[in-house]
Antibody, heavy 121, light 110 residues
Framework: EVQLVESGGGLVQPGGSLRLSCAASGFTVSSNYMNWYMSWVRQAPGKGLEWVSVIYSGGSTYYADSVKGRFTISRNNSKSTLYLQMNNLRVEDTAVYYC???????????WGQGTLVTVSS | QSVLTQPPSVSGAPGQRVTISCTGTSSNIGAGYDVHWYQQLPGTAPKLLIYGNRNRPSGVPDRFSGSKSGTSASLAITGLQAEDEADYYCQSYDSSLSGVFGGGTKLTVL
């Protein structure tokens, strides 16, 4: 059974940094099995879902315009862990951040429980 | 503002049928990319409800069904139950090289 567990959220001041981690079990974050790739999706309080970043099995990445240049997605294959380094955080980055495994047809078939990031002075 | 457009809310009485629409453009749904649907209960992570426009993962009741035509898709729920009260999101892929979501629809069971 695939399980994704996020950690690293918390309260940070505007301009600060946080690194989120997502520990995967049941498969590896670099796996090309069934064309899976890994992603971060966020949800601001009371708002909808926003696709933040993707890392494909070959290592290429994508970032939403709202975080480009500030966030970096990466993975440690040996630890089966996905990361999201978030720098220069803004109040509008406040959200629950979900780690997600994505199939080749873009469906998200596994979600973590989410970790809350609050950016406030 | 979300790339895919959904109605903010729908409602129905127990036993009734409701539909939720999802409208995209020629760069996502209209480009032939699959549409997927998620159900999010309060305080929980979203759960895959429909994938590949009309397929249900194991364990999802057949009261839930999906369809797609042109630049739009729909989720239908028949035999509405109190436990169906949740937020529903559609999702597809966009030629900008990213997944995209609808803004979400809150379903209220009257």
């Amino acid at each position: 059974e695939v399980q994704l567990v996020e950690s690293g959220g918390g309260l940070v001041q505007p301009g600060g940094s946080l690194r989120l981690s997502c520990a995967a079990s049941g498969f590896t974050v670099s796996s090309n099995y069934m064309n899976w790739y890994m992603s971060w999706v966020r949800q601001a309080p009371g708002k909808g879902l926003e696709w933040v970043s993707v890392i494909y099995s070959g290592g290429s990445t994508y970032y939403a315009d709202s975080v480009k240049g500030r966030f970096t997605i990466s993975r440690n294959n040996s630890k089966s862990t996905l990361y999201l380094q978030m720098n220069n955080l803004r109040v509008e980055d406040t959200a629950v951040y979900y780690c997600a495994s994505v199939r080749g047809d873009s469906r998200i078939d596994n979600w973590g429980q989410g970790t809350l990031v609050t950016v406030s002075s | 503002q979300s790339v895919l457009t959904q109605p903010p809310s729908v409602s129905g009485a127990p036993g009734q049928r409701v539909t939720i629409s999802c409208t995209g453009t020629s760069s996502n749904i209209g480009a032939g990319y699959d549409v997927h649907w998620y159900q999010q209960l309060p305080g929980t992570a979203p759960k895959l409800l429909i994938y590949g426009n009309r397929n249900r993962p194991s364990g999802v009741p057949d009261r839930f069904s999906g369809s797609k035509s042109g630049t739009s898709a729909s989720l239908a729920i028949t035999g509405l139950q109190a436990e169906d009260e949740a937020d529903y999101y559609c999702q597809s892929y966009d030629s900008s090289l990213s997944g995209v979501f609808g803004g979400g629809t809150k379903l209220t069971v009257l």
